[in-house]
């Protein structure tokens, strides 16, 4: 949250990222678990890539099976 400009905060909630998720090719092909339904609270590793982007990742076996490998979903939003 600190790392976010104030006019885009929405963007970042719990909402936001449940859609960026099942909206991500992973949602769409249905590669989580079969009863994942979303997030139940914000996730806590990211990191901000060249572009500065912040990117949520989410490890083997957090939301879905190891063959999945870790899932990075890129919030095409910029911090600060």
Do not use: C, W
Not at 14 to 22: M, P, R, S
């Amino acid at each position: 949250q600190q790392i976010v400009r104030p006019e885009d905060e929405k963007y970042f909630t719990l909402e936001a990222v449940n859609a960026k998720l099942l909206s991500s090719e992973y949602g769409q092909k249905h590669y989580f678990y079969n009863d994942f339904k979303g997030l139940k609270n914000l996730p806590n590793n990211y990191y901000l890539d060249a572009e500065s982007h912040i990117h949520f990742l989410f490890g083997q076996y957090e939301i879905a099976p190891y063959v999945v490998g870790i899932i990075d979903i890129d919030m095409e939003k910029t911090a600060k």
